[in-house]
Each structure stands twice: as structure tokens, then as C-alpha cells.
């Protein structure tokens, strides 16, 4: 009964490719959100969603296309993958009066060759 | 230009002592704070928060100080046990926590020697 899962744990792709990575959370939050975790350990907001509406859109590139289907899941499609896009990519999920208090799925660590 | 900062990137005690780590943040904007907890192969799990408008804020063994006029916070584990041996992230927000939208640190790493 994990809270929050994503899918799958590792992706390994050859540059060009186009894959996704898939987010689930079963905790009745309203807001999902894709964390991206670089080489230097920072964590960086990408997006947020809140009831399956787009609200924070980081400095991302357009290659990076976030779907929420319903509030409970948030996928996240990347097109023609680039070598500097490997990471490890998280989702997280909080809810209306601990919107700063994020519950972490266990990452997608991505490797592009 | 890293807006909340780690310096330490590890930090060794021995279990039953104190572990202190220490996070600098430069945006004034920043009103709301928390620490994150990370095992490996998991994800980033809450720990503790503060709000701007206190300087301490304690539960259980772990407790924030956070001092404004020199955008520093510190978190304290006592004591400390081979447990808590994981990487801490510190990681600030404005709108009073209102938000998702969490700037962290590039994390410490703790090791706890039993």
C-alpha cells in the first residue's frame, strides 16, 4: 500500500528515444508535483498539478510534457531524450494545509546513453 | 545560484552525541522551512518544519533552530542512533508554506557510528 509509486524504479535509453515515467498516489492529495534530482544532488521543481490543472511550470523544456489524468496520478512523457536529461526524476503529492510537506515516491533514476 | 545551501556535504558522529546540521539560505522571501530525510533508494521523507515567525521548533529527538538576520537554520538530532544515518536535505519556501514549490540544499550525509 505504497502512497506514492512511480514507475519504472530505472530507465535506461539511447539518446533520441522517447519514454515515460508514471506516478501514482493513493494518500486522496489534490496536488501532484515532478521533482528532478541533477547530478549535484539539488532537487528542482519541474511541475505541479493541482486537481489534474497545471499550475507550476518550471524553466523546462518543451520536451518535457507532464499528463494528469485524474488528481491520484501524474505521468511524465519526454521526447527525443538528450544525454543532460539523466537524473533521477521524483513525484511527490501534498494536500490543502501542508502544501510544503511532500510525500516522495522512490524515484525514477533515468540514464540516457 | 543556489538560494539554500549545504555546505557540509557529510557529517560523521558517533551514536548517543549530538548531530548538528546546518543549512544558509539567501532569499529574504523565504518564510517557511523544513528538513527531509532520504534513505537510499527511497525517496525524500518529511522530517520536521519551522516558520519564519519562531526560531525553534522541537519533536522528539530532532529539533530546527532557524536564526533570520543570518539566513541559517540548523536541525540537532539527539540523541543520535545508527538509524538516522541517512541524507538530510534542508529545503525553504516563500508564501508560508503554502506551497509545493520547495527550494532545497544539495544534502548532507549523516553516518551515525554505532
Known amino acids: 500500500d505504497t502512497a506514492v509509486s512511480q514507475t519504472p524504479k530505472y530507465l535506461v535509453t539511447q539518446m533520441g528515444n522517447d519514454k515515460s515515467i508514471k506516478c501514482e498516489q493513493n494518500l486522496g492529495h489534490d496536488t501532484m508535483y515532478w521533482y528532478k534530482q541533477d547530478s549535484k544532488k539539488f532537487l528542482k521543481i519541474m511541475f505541479s498539478y493541482n486537481n489534474k490543472e497545471l499550475i507550476i511550470n518550471e524553466t523546462v523544456p518543451n520536451r518535457f510534457s507532464p499528463k494528469s489524468p485524474d488528481k491520484a496520478h501524474l505521468n511524465l512523457h519526454i521526447n527525443s531524450l538528450e544525454l543532460g536529461d539523466s537524473a533521477v526524476y521524483f513525484c511527490a503529492s501534498s494536500q490543502p494545509g501542508s502544501r510544503a510537506k511532500l510525500f516522495f515516491g522512490s524515484g525514477t533514476q533515468l540514464s540516457v546513453l | 545560484d543556489q538560494q539554500v545551501k549545504q555546505n557540509s556535504p557529510s557529517l560523521s558522529v558517533q551514536e548517543g552525541r549530538i548531530s548538528i546540521l546546518n543549512c544558509d539560505y539567501t532569499?529574504?522571501?523565504?518564510?517557511?522551512f523544513l528538513w527531509y530525510k532520504k534513505y537510499p533508494a527511497e525517496g525524500p521523507t518529511f522530517l520536521i518544519s519551522?516558520?519564519?515567525?519562531?526560531d525553534k521548533n522541537e519533536d522528539g529527538r530532532f529539533t530546527v533552530f532557524l536564526n533570520k538576520s543570518a539566513k541559517h537554520l540548523s536541525l540537532h538530532i539527539v540523541p543520535s542512533q545508527p538509524g538516522d544515518s541517512a541524507v538530510y536535505f534542508c529545503?525553504?519556501?516563500?508564501?508560508?508554506?503554502?506551497?509545493?514549490?520547495?527550494?532545497f540544499g544539495q544534502g548532507t550525509t549523516l553516518q551515525v557510528k554505532p
Open positions: 529545503a525553504a519556501s516563500a508564501n508560508s508554506g503554502n506551497t509545493g514549490k520547495l527550494i
Open positions: 532569499n529574504s522571501m523565504f518564510d517557511y
Open positions: 519551522i516558520s519564519s515567525i519562531k
